[in-house]
DNA sequence: ACCTCGATATATCGGATCGATACATCGCAC
DNA sequence: GTGCGATGTATCGATCCGATATATCGAGGT
């Protein structure tokens, strides 16, 4: 579901295609693989479906291009602010390298399409990479549906886990050297996923007891 | 590359489309993804190039098709030994339920393109499931090729860690609890993984120099 | 005796994603 | 000044997935 990290970056900030791109590769990490053969079509069905606006915007209106969030419109890999300032100065309207860019903007629709994406119990196989994605997003959840997520995840792991196991027993000593080292990281691997989430429902639960919301700071950046 | 898991199973042992499904989720576990609809493409891909003939088998013929190694083709999810002496014993010509199969084996080309694929670098990014399922065929690999499968894993790895580190140290603080607990545990899991790589590298050098081939217990199954 | 259900088995379709590539435009170094 | 690398948008072909269609058989209920 690239939409859903799609949307949920532009949640915060719009964004241009390119700027996207590399927010999902980095603050996403290894969470949400993206690509431009992927990004851009996903980018023109979200704006088919009217879950974001395009405006095109060029280098003459660049510089004092703002989103209603009064939030200045990045330019990659560019000049965290004092450097910006010493462009100002070489040129007033401040543009930059590449060519015009289109800003993308989330909208109502595309708010509702997001809650949906991140409420909807996938339960399909790349469930990975999806519930990675949601719990990124988590604090958009309430505290029950985040519960719910964690929950559902734990026992996708252990139901895993049963398989892994039983797998083994029966093929144990017909495996070499590295098929079981495999088998046998990947079961560690698992377990310790799951107690890691068992930290983290217990947390969900402390939370929820002593007021809600105790745990998700920076609610709006 | 799903070629190379089908490529792989093949080697040891001549298969239908809905077996080597079932083997694909079950030994190669959760190290290739596989559905029906990429592995019958994937299938004709094989068979177009050469790698592998399909052989219709019927009802009639099916109680004593072997394959050229001598072992029977398993008629899938069922009966393990006890059970098929029962059915024997039913029906003389120990048929199944289903339709007429059409099993493939493997053909010469077939084992030179396994081997090449093997051998290839990928260096894509969908390195992961790649590196899980060249690990679970490494046995098939000179010990020196090994190692280097290993140490350019590692390699991979450690650099993934220092981009999260780094993406960590300047976002720290603007990450919420959810981000926050999902890429501390990122980072943990990748610090395990390396330490397992470590573990394998070494038992890998050690018995380089202790008579090659001393790790490859059932090399032919 | 019939008849539905589930397992076995092959196959295709549409959609999502990827890697590679093409293209444009600017800043900067030489 | 000119060529290189970063910025930026876009498309192509291939692959993979989930859902679905089709077919055949055994098991079990009624």
Redesign the pocket.
Known sequence: ???LAILGLLKEQEL???????RLGDTLGPF??????????????LEAAGAVI?VD?D?ATASDARTSAGRPI?????LGGELAAF?AR??ATA?????????YRITGDGERLFDELLAAES?????DRTFQLKLAFARHLPSEARLGLLERRRAHLVERLARTRASVATTKDRLDTYMRSLVEHSRDVTEHDISWLDRLIEAEKASARSGPDALTTKESL
Chains 1, 2 share one sequence.
């Open positions: 579901m690239l939409e241009h295609g390119y700027e996207l791109k590399k949400s693989g993206a690509s431009f053969g992927s990004l851009y079509p996903a980018l023109r069905r395009a915007v280098h990045p330019m990659t890999g560019s462009r070489r040129r543009p930059h390298g590449g060519r015009k860019r289109k800003v339960q399909s196989n790349d469930d």
